[in-house]
RNA sequence: GGCGCGAUGACAGAGUGGUUAUGUAGCGGACUGCAACUCCGUCCACGCCGGUUCGAUUCCGACUCGCGCCUCCA
């Protein structure tokens, strides 16, 4: 299979570093807050990443991080602490919001279909390794101190920013915010003192009580868990320019190499003009819910998209998508079961899958099997293989609705309606269930009630 | 201000130097008491101006517009 590498700006062939299994580092979510859509969507990218993966018959070592320290507002490295600020505005204590949110993240994955990381790593469980990972640096001498904080010295790294294609002289003369007593924008902090007054979350260190900067934990932790060479790094775009970079000056200066093969970047869900954010625009997978959506519907809209391209979000979008689901899994239902695999379906959509997760022309094929030839027990049988990687729940049964008694005594008056021709009256029976929540469908059996 | 990316039909979104996905919506028809569902058929596109070419939506250049990052962010 073929993957696109950030790095080298180029698909090349997927050659795994050991036969056994793949190594997959993701950057996790920073438990501040509730995900929101956007988030979701780069870890639907990992999920699509890792099916396609395990479907070509690798096994997986995903391991994911949890930024469960407080860190700044800022990359600067100056401004509020968003973990204390949220415990402060919620009156919890940070690792009460932390454990919280973790939680609330990994409810909306399980709605989704994601299938949760084989090792799930915390930042504030990982501190010594972190503090080792800073003294290996500063005796390696990448470092310097200042009066906040032990700094990378990017200037010592003649390759930092080639992830990025980061115009250093360019980043200086156009930078928007003060940096300080760093000596180059693009220094980083690796330990930072506590602020005045006491913080819920800080540590002893070589270099005084503090906690540790953003981009390490993702360096140690990676490290510890698939060594210091793993085959795929993923994350989301915004992290090009900033924490991948630092994560790989941060792994050059103790090992001299960058730590992955291929780096793999989910792109932004767009929600019409606006970017989603965490501080600004936001919307939850809950909410959607909560108007009764199919979360899977979202998981399909997705796929309707390639990950390196921006994807507008909107209702009309989401509507579609859950129409053509609900096709989907009806079909699926009335379908046999005992069918054989189409080669030449199954060959199409591997093809796709495997040239950078090609998503949109899998799901093309997809609706080609349903209009093809086949039987339809063989076109169940080639679809639901399909769903290994798309896991869109396709084989489930339609829900059964426990419909409620007065809708039930309406549907009965308006059958002996339609029995003896009232027709107005049977039509004004059916606004009726209607106003009740429920659509009605007459068929040859009988009428069919469905929740709205 | 610096760096990078993109402009495809009503919407979302693939792809391609000539045969122009896919889904939803629309339209026509079948079915239905009327609908819904389903089925059959079908319309609509490649921002603008030049260039290369037998031929460009696809390659090159300018322009216009939009977006992302350089604050938080997936």
């Given at each position: 299979m073929e993957l696109y590498d950030t790095y080298r700006r180029e698909i090349h062939k997927f050659i795994p570093i050991s036969k056994e299994s793949v190594s997959l580092y993701a950057c996790g979510p920073t438990v501040y807050d509730y995900a929101h859509l956007g988030n979701l969507r780069s870890y639907l990218f990992v999920d699509v990443l890792r099916r396609v993966l395990e479907l070509n018959g690798f096994q997986l070592n995903h391991v994911m991080n949890i930024t469960d320290v407080g860190h700044l507002t800022s990359d600067a490295d100056s401004g509020e602490d968003k973990m204390e600020k949220g415990a402060r505005k919620q009156g919890k204590s940070a690792w009460d919001i932390a454990k919280f949110f973790e939680k609330a993240f990994f409810d909306d994955l399980d709605y989704l279909g994601i299938k949760r990381p084989t090792t799930i790593c915390r930042a504030t469980e990982h501190i010594p390794e972190q503090i080792e990972y800073v003294e290996i640096l500063q005796q390696r001498g990448y470092t310097y101190q200042t009066s906040d904080g032990v700094y990378f010295d990017t200037a010592k790294l003649p390759s930092y920013g080639k992830l990025a294609k980061l115009d250093i002289e360019g980043l200086q003369a156009g930078a928007r915010v003060d940096i300080g007593e760093k000596k180059r924008v693009t220094d980083f902090a690796l330990w930072k003192f506590s602020p005045d007054g006491q913080r819920q979350m800080q540590w002893s260190s070589p270099w005084g009580e503090g906690f540790p900067g953003w981009h390490i934990e993702c360096s140690a932790m990676s490290e510890k868990y698939l060594g210091n060479k793993f085959d795929i790094h993923v994350g989301g775009e915004?992290?090009?320019?900033v924490h991948h970079s630092n994560e790989i000056a941060q792994c050059e200066g103790r090992h001299d190499h960058q730590p992955a093969n291929f780096w793999m970047h989910g792109y932004f869900l767009q929600l019409g003009k606006e970017k989603l954010s965490k501080s600004g625009k936001s919307l939850l997978l809950s909410e959607l819910i909560n108007q009764g959506y199919d979360p899977l519907a979202f998981r399909y809209l997705v796929l309707t998209s390639h990950y390196r391209s921006h994807l507008q979000f909107s209702i009309k979008a989401l509507d579609s998508a859950a129409t053509a689901l609900k096709r989907l899994t009806k079909m699926l239902s009335q379908w046999p079961d005992g069918g054989e695999l189409s080669v030449e379906f199954v060959r199409q959509f591997m093809q796709c899958i495997n040239s950078d997760l090609k998503t949109p022309q899998a799901l093309a094929v997809l609706w080609a099997v349903t209009k093809s030839a086949l039987s339809d027990a063989d076109k169940k049988a080639t679809i639901l293989y399909f769903d290994q990687v798309l896991?869109?729940?396709?084989?489930?049964?339609?829900v059964v609705e426990t419909v409620p008694q007065a809708v039930l005594d309406l549907a009965e008056q308006r059958q002996q309606a339609r029995a003896a021709k009232h027709w107005q009256q049977s039509d004004e029976l059916r606004e009726q269930i209607l106003k009740l929540g429920f659509a009605v469908k007459d068929s040859p059996q009988g009428c069919i009630l469905a929740k709205i």
């Open positions: 915004d992290h090009i320019p896991a869109l729940s396709l084989e489930r049964q339609p």
